[in-house]
């Protein structure tokens, strides 16, 4: 048979299959397929990534020699993992420093094993030192078309061995068929207030680009997340996109890099920086998971995917959570009203105005404990304030639950302010080095949570003000970067802090979960510092941003609705931007906020008799399109931008395309323009579709009527009412009609 014969009567179901006589395994999902194979010499190898196989071709591992000297076969090898070693001069995954000074590892093949129907491990050993061993581990997502992937790292030997780099996975789509095709590669930038920029960059050759976060966390400046699309072209329809996302909340780096065969690859995982991992005899250690997916849908496919696959893992880690029955409450906070000034009497009158609302979890934020009157001390001393409330929050809980609401209370538990007890006595408790200048930020220090003892702390005083209190909700904030990362009396490599405090993290958040499951737990850094697909595993929702005035949110919902799905993203409404100079209607505020979770940050105290009755009526109108919105899937008809375009639209689509809840935006009309209709997608074009409109009163229906789903994906939804206007917006629900 010829290399590429086809094993007639072979028809491959989703999951993972093994070919009859060669060691390469296909790794099947509902509208892609991911090969591996191990070549003769022992190398495993990729063989296809792409559209979906219905037959296990002989697709037999080779390593592909090339025909100059500088250009060893094994550079250009599409290997799963290449190590650091022998004649590879591309990027590398694995770095390790072995006894007596040898810093090369030659991986081959020993070996695999599919467990069940979608996971599959494969052996590797150092063909230098064979004691040395690494399995490489696949889990596939037959539903969403994602590979998850990381490795186990073992040593084997009787020294000891140092993990210098230990990235995650390498990644290798396809080269172009036609030499004039372009690739672009997306990515999120950003800042504090102004995160998950969406920015692209063309790929070129020889070329190198790295997205990356060195300060122990996810971050703000860039997310962990990359799609490489075609661009369209006379010669290319541009629709496939490869796309993927780290599962891990520290230090992280991904890098694409283009050689000049058109050859891509993708490496990411833990960051390199200051890493390191000691492996005594016998000793393991695994990676993060670095989770990949195709589609020949466009980056719609690619924002459907990967949120869908996020929830899935959500759901099955929360277990409180796994009925999409079960909403996201719509929460109102009180830092607006009160900031520091927080008191008893206060938090009880602004429940009593939050609850007829129709809110249903009533936060107290910042302010609440030790000697906290501003940001210079208290961090660390979680015991509510005597002077604030004299008997403790329970009181407070109570009035709140008597009111009908959740209760809910912000911590910060991986900070210490120097003006605190905790910090008076165990200085010793956070990062720094000796002899250098502990350096502050927001006049605090961080904890190391690599410290057993300063886990069990944290745990301790968190879960006991929960339990105390009768918590329902808990908004984990943390609000600088890391600094002195090290490890003092510990007799193994100082460089594993970056991993410990990480894990650390996680597991606080697993403990608790654990202990009160049916506790909501938010995840917060400084807004949108901590969005990523590990703490969505322990987390229900995120914080996106700080930034809450609308129009800037619809940029930063649009670069996190790649990764995140809809009900773990929140929106709230505030008074942020309403200044003398610009007046965005309460009804704006609201449709931005409609996106995903929904909650209300204003003051309400300042709230006129008619703000209160709008507001009522948006949030009646939001738990209607609650189900949609929360549970669909997030697309965007119309991107927004900063470039001269003033106009931004998202539609929300039930999975079984019988309802979509769309949300047009018009943030200026200064060539006075009317508004292009709005047209939909994802409808069935045999159904019908009952249109209904909301503007500017939530009580009152602008425009209804029905229409056909090609109609009105082909003729679009004319919106008048936002045309020569500035801040307008209409929120526009279909469901399909029996007539």
């Known amino acids: 048979m010829t290399a590429w014969t086809v094993i007639v009567n072979a028809a491959l179901d989703t999951g993972i299959h093994k070919h009859p006589s060669l060691d390469t395994w296909f790794m099947v999902t509902k509208k892609s397929t991911y090969v591996v194979g191990a070549s003769a010499d022992g190398y495993v190898v990729n063989l296809h990534w792409g559209k979906r196989l219905t037959q296990l071709d002989n697709l037999n591992a080779t390593v592909t020699p090339k025909t100059l000297s500088q250009n060893p076969p094994i550079t250009y090898a599409l290997e799963e993992l290449p190590a650091f070693g022998g004649l590879r001069y591309r990027e590398h995954a694995l770095k390790v420093d072995l006894p007596n000074g040898i810093r090369e590892l030659n991986l081959l093949y020993s070996g695999a094993k599919i467990k069940g129907d979608n996971l599959l491990d494969i052996e590797l050993h150092d063909g230098n030192r064979t004691d040395f061993k690494v399995t490489l581990h696949y889990e596939v997502d037959t539903e969403n078309d994602m590979i998850r992937r990381s490795y186990t790292v073992k040593n084997g030997l009787s020294d000891r061995v140092n993990l210098d780099m230990a990235l995650s996975a390498a990644w290798h789509p396809p080269t172009a068929l036609n030499v004039d095709e372009k690739r672009e590669l997306l990515t999120l930038a950003g800042e504090w207030n102004n995160e998950a920029q969406v920015q692209s960059t ?75 991992w000691t492996l005594e005899p016998g000793e393991s250690f695994t990676t993060p998971v670095f989770i990949a997916g195709f589609t020949d849908e466009g980056i719609p496919g690619a924002r459907r995917r990967v949120p869908r696959h996020a929830r899935k893992y959500q759901q099955a880690s929360l277990q409180t959570q796994k009925d999409d029955s079960v909403y996201h409450p719509i929460l109102y906070n009180s830092w607006e009203a009160v900031t520091f000034d927080v008191t008893y009497d206060k938090q009880v009158s602004l429940a009593d105005k939050a609850a ?246 204003a003051n309400l105290n300042n709230y006129s008799e008619k703000e209160m009755n709008e507001t009522t009526g948006w949030i009646s109108l ?38 979509a809840v769309i949300l047009a935006f018009r943030m200026n009309s200064p060539f006075s323009a009317a508004l292009n209709p709005v047209r939909p997608r994802y409808l069935k074009d045999d159904a019908l579709y009952r249109v209904q409109i909301w503007l500017e009163d939530p009580y009152k229906i602008a425009e209804e009527y029905t229409m056909s789903g090609a109609l009105l994906m082909h003729k679009g939804i004319s919106l008048v009412g936002l045309n020569n206007a500035m801040f307008k917006s209409a929120v526009i629900y279909l469901k399909e009609s029996s007539n």
């Open 202 to 276: 063309e790929l070129k050759p020889g070329v190198a680009h790295t997205i990356e976060s060195t300060r122990g966390f996810t971050d703000h400046v860039s997310f962990p997340y990359f799609a490489i699309r075609q661009v369209p072209s006379d010669v290319n329809p541009g629709t496939e996109v490869y796309f993927g996302t780290l599962a891990w909340g520290g230090s992280w780096e991904i890098t694409a890099h283009t050689n000049t065969y058109g050859q891509i690859r993708i490496t990411g995982g833990m960051h390199h920086l200051d890493f390191g």
């Open 356 to 601: 007829p609302l129709g809110v249903e979890l009533f936060v107290i934020d910042d302010g609440w404990f030790g000697d906290r009157d501003n940001d210079s001390a208290g961090l660390g001393d979680w015991y509510p304030s005597k002077k604030k409330f004299p008997n403790g929050l329970k009181p407070l809980a109570d009035h709140v639950h008597d009111l009908g609401m959740k209760f809910g209370v912000w911590f910060e538990p991986e900070s210490v302010n120097p003006n605190s007890n905790l910090y008076r006595e165990h200085p010793d408790w956070v990062l720094y080095y000796d002899g250098v200048p502990r350096y502050e930020a927001r006049n605090q220090l961080l904890l190391n949570l690599g410290k057993p003892e300063v886990q069990d702390y944290i745990y301790d005083r968190v879960s006991s003000i929960i339990e105390e209190s009768d918590i329902d909700y808990i908004k984990w904030d943390m609000n600088r970067p890391f600094q002195g990362v090290t490890m003092h009396d510990y007799d193994r490599n100082p460089r594993e802090a970056w991993v410990l405090i990480a894990r650390g993290y996680h597991n606080l958040l697993a403990k608790l979960k654990k202990r009160f499951p049916d506790l909501w737990i938010e995840s917060c850094s400084s807004g949108g510092g901590r969005m990523d697909l590990s703490v969505l595993e322990y987390a229900d929702q995120v914080w996106t941003s700080d930034n809450t005035r609308p129009d800037a949110r619809l940029t930063i919902q649009y670069g996190a609705s790649l990764f995140l799905p809809p009900r773990a993203m929140y929106g709230w409404v505030t008074d942020s931007g309403e200044d003398d100079n610009v007046h965005i209607p309460l009804s704006f505020r609201f449709h931005s906020s409609f996106m995903g979770g929904l909650g209300v940050g």
């Open 622 to 659: 939001y738990k209607r399109l609650r189900p949609v919105i929360q549970n669909g899937d997030l697309d965007w008809l119309v991107p927004p931008s900063r470039e001269g375009q003033f106009i931004a639209a998202s539609q929300t689509t039930s999975h079984d395309q019988q309802e």
